[in-house]
């Protein structure tokens, strides 16, 4: 099993930063790829990010594209989320996600394991 442990939201005014943080512990030696997804109140949980094992890959939504970026430390076992020039929208739970498949999928029925969410609030 892998366990996966977020960190790093809260209340930010627009045009602001924030770093997630998700730390991995368990089997970790299993995952592959790891993303972002974000759900707000009412909507679906949605595709943020997604890293490869080694960092060389990274996918974005097209609405975080250019203000987020994804990382992974070089032990494997914590992915970051640089989240610049945030806006109310992004307004969120932000959850992060391992997958042990040689994939890096963009929706989340692919993914092995959750965290438990952070808050994101953006404010206007």
């Known amino acids: 099993q892998v366990q996966l442990v977020e960190s790093g939201g809260g209340l930010v005014a627009a045009g602001g930063s924030l770093r997630l943080s998700c730390a991995a512990s368990?089997?970790?030696?299993?995952?592959?790829?790891m993303g972002w997804f974000r759900q707000a109140p009412g909507k679906e949980r949605e595709f943020v990010s997604v890293?490869?094992?080694?960092?060389?890959?990274?996918y974005y939504a097209d609405s975080v594209k250019g203000r987020f970026t994804i990382s992974r430390d070089s032990a494997k076992t914590t992915v970051y989320l640089q989240m610049n020039s945030l806006e109310p929208e992004d307004t969120a739970v932000y959850y992060c996600a391992a997958n042990a498949g040689v994939v890096l999928p963009t929706t989340p029925n692919r993914y092995d394991y959750w965290g438990q969410g952070t808050q994101v609030t953006v404010s206007s």
């Open positions: 890293i490869s094992r080694s960092g060389g890959i990274t």
């Open positions: 368990g089997r970790t030696f299993s995952i592959y790829s």
